[in-house]
Structure formats: structure tokens, C-alpha cells
């Protein structure tokens, strides 16, 4: 396991690199001691982006020896040998030079927040001695490889005699300091508005003016400082030993509430984020620091300005870029929004268009709506020959007369739902209905060459049907009238608003003469829808000679049934018994909410039907 995990954190460090990361890593500082004091840091500037990320703890200590001791805390126990890979990987990639590291202690360190797993290791950087030791030319001599060993050694001592190991940079600067701090008390505590110096038992001994204006008891020197502070990170104790342990982290410090006045109680608690400085000489703790604050609402919500920052402090700067970030992030999630809005309208716009283009389809031709939706005008077309059906119900006058308008409504509803399934089983184009009276043709609009066939079987469907709507009055089934008729038309689409796709010719006004002159329960066929059925599997028998208005004389048959085709066949019904039931339960459901006057009736149904119940008869229908 040990080894698994070492090998993930040199495995950890390369996806870094692939990441982009490693130019930030490199910033961190020009030697492997210093990248490591300053991960803390990195740590909690991040914190600012990823504020529940909970990352372990580092802190270099110096022996005197000159070895070099790595305190690594966290609060997830057992991941601790992840560290000698990421180090050892840093340090030869970065730094160009081999370390090794070595667990000295492992132990439970309880912190406020609890236990933490405290690990040293012993950081070890290997010697151009022993890298030339380890790797011997074998073609040399004795003598040979002797004296390259003392050459190396010599380069050794050289190097350790001038700090020149691999991977430092040689310090050759020497600061020089002023005999007298040439500054005043005031002059500093202006310059330097957030700050704080505290003594080893933590008594407050000076104090910026501006976290004086905004933490009031600090004023008064003789206060401490974990009175009015805690520590939010590191998650530390608050005494000085704590403090010099984690010295080289970024502190970050919060005002306890209650210590405030009453009237600043509604608003956030400060946050300072600094760093702290040992001042041997005068026994106190610096801490340089700056408010928490990551954008102008923060701001505002502390009743602070920009200017109670100091210039010099890059505060202002990190607000004003955070600002802007969290301004490009709002108009992002802004266009997120927008783009799923749209999409979700979009999906909608399709849903409605569908049962627009449903609805379109059902009133007119699906090519003849595509020419009308595109702005095209519709030629008229001519058709040498088509099957046309009109159909009435018996005595509907009479019908009328003795029920409310909505038990008609109710009534044509049911009946008419169930003609226009048939329409869709046999493939026929429904026309129109005026009143009682449904038309439909075969071989119109797409012409076919078995219309004749599809509205005879049409019919007898129609038949069928009747029978399961009952008669208000009576509440027996209802009777209709059918006739057929072949012959020539012309079509096309009239009107402009509400437009419709009519039949004209002389063979829609015999169709409509087979129907009135026809019998109850009987479909009537004229001479040339019997000539195209005959010889096509049809029952039919001769009527005989009758007298037909405007037409005169005419020898007619009616339609008996169909001998190759099945009552559920000429139904669309499904052939299994279950499916049956299911089709009995939904057609009854539906008779009953007729029967309820629940049935939803198309508007222009409805206002048609009252247009026509003054006045209708069977010469208005002939001659629309």
C-alpha cells in the first residue's frame, strides 16, 4: 500500500503538469524549502474558489544539524505516503535534484477541530558524492575511478563550503538596515491601516487605525487577542506555540461576534487574512493582514469602502478582478439559462407545430396544406374517376324537434368519431359534414385504382357503427342512408379564411341524389358504382328502376356485404379476444360520457350543426 501511494503522488504531480498547473507550481519558490513553506498559502488563496476544499497542512523546521524536517498534518488518515512522491517528483523535475524522505514519527495531534494525523518526515538531499559513487565507469582502472572519487569529493566539500548544492541559487545579497526605524508611530499605524502586535500571553500591544475603527475593544492595549479573534485557519490553538509552529502559514482570523456592538451584530463577521512575524528582539508577534473579502457585495455587506484599504495592499485589486470574474460567471450562467429556455421553448414550439400540422391535416389534404403553408396558390385538379359517399340520418328532422341541442350534438359526436376511425382504416377522404349529412371520396386526392373497393367496405363499416349510437328519442339505434356514386370531378381549395378542399361536378350531385332517394339501414349505389364493385367479392342486389330528381329514370342496387372480409376486418377491430374487450370498455366509456353530455365537441361542429337545425333538408344538402 505504502508503495501504491507513493507511486500516486509522482503519478499525481505528472497529471499536474498535464493539467497546466506547473507554471503556478513553479512561482511557488526558487528552492524546494521554500515551495513547500508556500503550498499553505497557495492552499488558501484557493480556498477562495473552492471554499469547502479541506487540504493538508505543511511546515518546514530547521535543525540545527542542518537536517530538514517536513510536518505534514490532515485530517484523512493513512494518506500520508503520498507525500514523499510528490515531493521527491517536485524537487527532481523542478529543482534538479535527488531527495529522499524518511517517516520519523506518525501521531494524533488533537486540534479544535479535532484529531488530526501529524506526520515529520526527514527530508534528505543526496550528495554529488554519493550520485557519483552510485554510478561507477566500469571501463576505468583502479587508479582511474580512485581519483575521480576524490575529485568529487574536493567538488563536494567545494559546494558545501559555498551553498552551491544543486538546485540553489547562490545568495550573495546582504540587506543593510537603518541605525533607527526612520518612521513614527502614527505615520506606521496610517501606513499600515490592518495590523496587529501582540505579546506571548496574546495582550494586543498596537493596532492599525482602520481594524481599530472596525473592531472597537482594540483600542484598549491591555485586551487580548483571542478575546476578540479566532483562528479559522490553520485549525490551530490559539497561544503563541501554536502560532510559531504553522509561522510560515497564512492565518486567517475571525471577530467573534458577541464581542461587537449591538448594531454590528446584524452584519458578517470580519475575516483577516495576514501573515505572522516573529520580532525576537521585542518578544511580540507582527500580524500584517488585510480583510477577507472577495467581491463588492462582501464589501458592502461590512459597510467598508475601497479606501479604508491601503493602495498598497493588492485587496483592492483581488476584489475588483474577482468582481469581474463573478460578473463573466453570472452572464455565462445567464446564457446557460437563456439556452435552456430556449431549448425547452423549442421542444414546446415542436410539440405545438405537431398538433397544429395534426389539426391542418385533418382539415384539409397533407400536400395541398404543405402548398397553402408555404404561400403557394392550389391549382385545381381534374379527376377522371372517383368513388364519392354521402350519408344521412333517418328521420333526423324529426330527431331535432323532440331533443335539446346538446343531446344532437352529443349524438352526431359519437357517431361521427366513430365514421372518421373508419377513415383512416379504409383510406378515404372525409370532405365535409353539413348537419347530419357526412361525405366522403375514394381516389381523391391521391387517386387509386381501388376507391370504388375502399368506400364500399367504408359503408358497410358505417352501417356497422350506427348501430352503437343510440337515438335520443327512442334510445334505439340510430338509421342512416348512404349512397355511392362514380364518376369525374374537379377539385381544388376555395376561400381564403377557413379555406376547404371541395368537390364539384355533376357526380357529386348524383351521390347526393343516391343518398336522398335511398332507404333506411341500405346502401344505394348507383349504375356506375355497381359497373366498378361488380366482380370485386361484393354482395350486391338490384333495387330496380326508380325515378331519381333531375336525373330521371335509373336502374339502382344496394350493397349488401362484403363475402371475402370479416365483420372485425371491415371494423379495423383487433383480432384478439383481449383486445376486443379493451375496445368494447373504451367505446362504452365513451358512449356513457356522451350520454353524460361530457363529450368534447369540436366548436365549429357545433355552431354549424345550430346554423343548420332551422332549416334542413335534403335539397340544401344536394345542392351544396
Known amino acids: 500500500m505504502e508503495a501504491i501511494l507513493r507511486l500516486f503522488g509522482e503519478y499525481f504531480f505528472k497529471f499536474c503538469k498535464m493539467s497546466g498547473y506547473d507554471r503556478m507550481l513553479r512561482t511557488l519558490g526558487g528552492n524546494l524549502t521554500e515551495f513547500i513553506e508556500n503550498l499553505d498559502a497557495l492552499h488558501s488563496y484557493l480556498t477562495l474558489s473552492y471554499q469547502e476544499m479541506n487540504a493538508p497542512s505543511f511546515r518546514v523546521e530547521r535543525e540545527a544539524d542542518g537536517r530538514m524536517l517536513l510536518h505534514y498534518y490532515s485530517d484523512r488518515r493513512g494518506l500520508c505516503h503520498i507525500v514523499p512522491g510528490i515531493i521527491e517528483a517536485v524537487a527532481k523535475d523542478f529543482f534538479d535534484i535527488d531527495v529522499t524522505m ?17 506526520v515529520v518526515f526527514l527530508v534528505v538531499q543526496k550528495s554529488h558524492s554519493q550520485m557519483g559513487r552510485a554510478k561507477p565507469n566500469r571501463l576505468k582502472g583502479n587508479q582511474d575511478i580512485q581519483r575521480d572519487q576524490e575529485v568529487l569529493g574536493l567538488l563536494s566539500l ?46 494586543v500591544k498596537q493596532a492599525g ?11 484598549n492595549q491591555k485586551i487580548r487577542l483571542d478575546e476578540y479573534f479566532s483562528i479559522i485557519h490553520p485549525q490551530v490553538t490559539f497561544d ?37 512575524i516573529w520580532m525576537e528582539s521585542a518578544r511580540c508577534m507582527l500580524y500584517l493582514c488585510s480583510p477577507k473579502l472577495r467581491s463588492l457585495r462582501e464589501l458592502e455587506a461590512h459597510r467598508m469602502h475601497l479606501s479604508d484599504i491601503a493602495p498598497h495592499d493588492t485587496t ?50 397533407e400536400h395541398v396544406a404543405n402548398q397553402l403553408k408555404e404561400g403557394k396558390k392550389v391549382a385545381a385538379g381534374e379527376f377522371k374517376t372517383c368513388t364519392i359517399l354521402f350519408s344521412d340520418v333517418v328521420t333526423f328532422t324529426n330527431i331535432c324537434a323532440a331533443c335539446q341541442p346538446i343531446q344532437i350534438v352529443t349524438m352526431l359526436n359519437s357517431m361521427y368519431s366513430k365514421f372518421d376511425r373508419l377513415t383512416s382504416v379504409h383510406e378515404v377522404y372525409k370532405v365535409e359534414t353539413i348537419g347530419d349529412a357526412y361525405m366522403v371520396v375514394g381516389g381523391v386526392p391521391v387517386p387509386i385504382g381501388s ?16 348501430k352503437e349510437v343510440m337515438n335520443p328519442v327512442t334510445g334505439e339505434p340510430i338509421q342512416i342512408r348512404v349512397g355511392i356514386h362514380t364518376g369525374p370531378v374537379l377539385a381544388g381549395v376555395v376561400g381564403d379564411k377557413m379555406p376547404r378542399y371541395c368537390l364539384f361536378g355533376d357526380t357529386v350531385n348524383t351521390a347526393s341524389r343516391m343518398e336522398s332517394h335511398g332507404l333506411p339501414n341500405k346502401v344505394h349505389l348507383s349504375p356506375t358504382a355497381y359497373r366498378a ?7 350486391i342486389v338490384e333495387r330496380g328502376e326508380i325515378e331519381v330528381k333531375g336525373k330521371g329514370k335509373m336502374t339502382t342496387y344496394f350493397l349488401i356485404r362484403n363475402l371475402h372480409a370479416s365483420e372485425d376486418e371491415i371494423m379495423g377491430r383487433p383480432h384478439s379476444r383481449l383486445d376486443r374487450k379493451g375496445e368494447q370498455k373504451r367505446e362504452a366509456a365513451s358512449q356513457e360520457d356522451c350520454q353524460k353530455g361530457r363529450s368534447k365537441v369540436p366548436p365549429p361542429l357545433f355552431f354549424a350543426l345550430l346554423s343548420e337545425l332551422d332549416n334542413v333538408n335534403g335539397e340544401r344538402r344536394c345542392a351544396t
Open 102 to 118: 524518511d517517516i520519523l514519527s506518525m501521531n494524533k495531534e488533537e486540534e479544535r477541530t479535532g484529531k488530526k494525523e501529524h
Open 158 to 203: 567545494l559546494c558545501d563550503s559555498l551553498f552551491l548544492h544543486p538546485g540553489h541559487l547562490v545568495n550573495t545579497f546582504v540587506p543593510v538596515y537603518p541605525e533607527r526605524l526612520w518612521i513614527e508611530q502614527k505615520t506606521f499605524c496610517n501606513a499600515f491601516p490592518f495590523h496587529i502586535v501582540f505579546d506571548e500571553s496574546l495582550r
Open 209 to 219: 487605525v482602520n481594524i481599530q475603527k472596525y473592531v472597537p475593544g482594540l483600542q
Open 240 to 276: 503563541i506555540f501554536s502560532i510559531c509552529k504553522f509561522i510560515n502559514s497564512q492565518f486567517v482570523l475571525k471577530v467573534r461576534r458577541e464581542r461587537m456592538p449591538e448594531a454590528w451584530k446584524s452584519q458578517p463577521a470580519l475575516k483577516l487574512r495576514g501573515q505572522m
Open 316 to 365: 483592492r485589486d483581488l476584489i475588483l478582478l474577482n468582481q469581474q470574474r463573478l460578473a463573466e460567471i453570472e452572464l455565462s450562467n445567464q446564457l446557460e439559462r437563456k439556452k435552456e429556455e430556449l431549448r425547452v421553448l423549442s421542444q414546446h414550439l415542436a410539440i405545438e407545430k405537431k398538433k397544429t400540422e395534426t389539426l391542418l391535416y385533418a382539415m384539409l389534404p
Open 451 to 466: 376507391h370504388a373497393q375502399r368506400v364500399a367496405n367504408f359503408a358497410l363499416g358505417m352501417r356497422i357503427s350506427a
Open 533 to 539: 364493385l361488380e366482380n370485386e367479392g361484393f354482395e
